[in-house]
């Protein structure tokens, strides 16, 4: 495996805080496939990160900002969403995915508008609505400085009152402009217990049942995409769109 060092050394710096801070948290999604069928990145994938983690271990506020201000350190920039955390740094991004339990299941969620430009706005606002962050202002003059200080400003604003204005505005549109949601719901013995695996020359912990763990989430994850070839998850696996 050549190793692509930036990519490698984020890698690192996630688990090393999570492990420090005793929060589990396993390769997922892109990541976990590429690791499992390819024993490397997937092609494309190169500056995106796939991370699970249980939504519970990571709920309470002191944790939240005791884990931003310990990545604030590395030069990370972490934003809270409801079904994912963003760890940014550079030009790679780590996506966190929230699994939760809803009445003693596993769950993990996706949400995406219908590909129409003029929901894509509703789904943002949605997103915004539940966003907690809790660093710093950036001085910088780069626009995903202004976007984080932004991002800033709208966490200040209760999140009861940011729900509001989200409903308050998709009730006004003629069209459905809610974000589609969608959910898989996982067996506990898949998840619940893990194995590790050697990924980068870093021990990361995997889904312990890792094959039927992919095939839930991607159908025949055993045939790589070919180029050119049409693929969206949605047709795939065992994802549920909630009505």
């Known amino acids: 495996m050549k190793k692509n060092f930036k990519y490698y050394q984020i890698l690192r710096d996630v688990g090393e805080i999570f492990e420090k801070n005793k929060i589990p948290i396993w390769l997922e999604d892109g990541t976990l496939l590429g690791a499992v069928r390819n024993g490397d990145i997937l092609p494309g994938d190169e500056k995106d990160i796939d991370l699970g983690i249980f939504e519970p271990s990571i709920r309470k506020l ?8 310990e990545f604030s350190k590395k030069g990370f920039t972490i934003i809270f969403f409801w079904d994912v955390i963003n760890i940014i740094k550079g030009d790679i991004g780590v996506d966190l995915i929230l699994l939760k339990r809803r009445d003693n299941n596993i769950f993990k969620f996706r949400e995406r508008s219908d590909g129409s430009k003029l929901k894509e ?10 966003i907690e962050y809790y660093g710093d202002y950036f001085s910088i003059r780069k626009i995903f400085s202004l976007k984080i200080n932004l991002i800033k400003i709208i966490s200040f604003i209760p999140k009861n ?5 989200y409903n308050f505005f998709s009730s006004l549109s003629v069209d459905n402009m809610k974000p589609i949601i969608y959910s898989l719901e996982i067996p506990k013995e898949y998840i619940l217990k893990q194995n590790y695996l050697n990924y980068y020359g870093l021990e990361f912990r995997i889904p312990y049942d890792v094959e039927n763990y992919l095939k839930l989430n991607y159908g025949d994850w055993k045939t790589p995409i070919q180029r050119g070839e049409k693929w969206d998850w949605r047709d795939h696996g065992d994802w549920k769109k909630l009505k």
């Open 62 to 69: 002191k944790i939240k900002k005791k884990i931003t201000k």
């Open 161 to 165: 009152f940011r729900k509001f204005i």
């Open 121 to 130: 706005p509703f789904r943002w606002l949605h997103k915004f609505s539940s």
